[in-house]
C-alpha cells in the first residue's frame, strides 16, 4: 500500500501572512516572503505510537 504524505504550514491569525517556521531549533513568525521559507515553515505531522 502506498503512503501519501500531507504537510502542514501554521499562519499566524494575529499578522496574516506571517507564518511559523523553525531555524536552528527555534520557532520563529515570519512573513510569507522570507527567504527559504518554504522548507522551514512546512511540517509533517507524525502518529505517536504507543
Do not use: C
Amino acid at each position: 500500500m502506498s503512503q501519501s504524505h500531507i504537510y502542514i504550514s501554521f499562519e499566524s491569525v494575529n499578522f496574516p501572512g506571517r507564518f511559523i517556521r523553525h531555524r536552528a531549533n527555534h520557532l520563529f513568525v515570519e512573513p510569507k516572503d522570507s527567504p527559504n521559507l518554504a522548507p522551514d515553515a512546512t511540517f509533517l505531522p507524525v502518529l505517536h505510537m504507543a
